[in-house]
Nanobody
Framework: QVQLAESGGGSVESGGSLRLSCVASGYPTSSYCMAWFRQAPGKEREGVGA???????SYSDSVKVRFTISRDSAKNVLYLQMNSLKSEDTAMYYCAADIAPATPCLVVVYSDAFEDTTGLFTYWGQGTQVTVSS
């Protein structure tokens, strides 16, 4: 049974940093596409960053340069390092695994291209809240 558990969220002032972790049970993080999404109140869930089986990464334009996705294969953990946080980064952050067939991994960050981002992956974590105060 696959389980994803996020942690590391919290409250931080604008300009601060946080590192989110996603522990994957029953799913080899290094072998397949995984991604981070976020959802703010009243908004659609949007892709933030993705990493494919080869280690290539992609990011949404809103977080590019500020956020970095990585993984520790030995620990089976996916990370999201978030720097220079802004108030507009406030949201619930989710990690996701097991991408839908025939969906290119690195394009999931372009949420406008998809009618329903929640259908892109089979497994989702419960989310971790990030709140950035200005």
């Amino acid at each position: 049974q696959v389980q994803l558990a996020e942690s590391g969220g919290g409250s931080v002032e604008s300009g601060g940093s946080l590192r989110l972790s996603c522990v994957a049970s029953g799913y080899p993080t290094s072998s397949y596409c995984m991604a981070w999404f976020r959802q703010a109140p009243g908004k659609e869930r949007e892709g933030v960053g993705a990493i494919d089986s080869g280690g290539s990464t992609s990011y949404s334009d809103s977080v590019k340069v500020r956020f970095t996705i990585s993984r520790d294969s030995a620990k089976n953990v996916l990370y999201l390092q978030m720097n220079s946080l802004k108030s507009e980064d406030t949201a619930m952050y989710y990690c996701a695994a097991d991408i839908a067939p025939a969906t290119p991994c690195l394009v999931v960050v372009y949420s406008d291209a998809f009618e329903d981002t929640t259908g892109l992956f089979t497994y989702w974590g419960q989310g971790t809240q990030v709140t950035v105060s200005s």
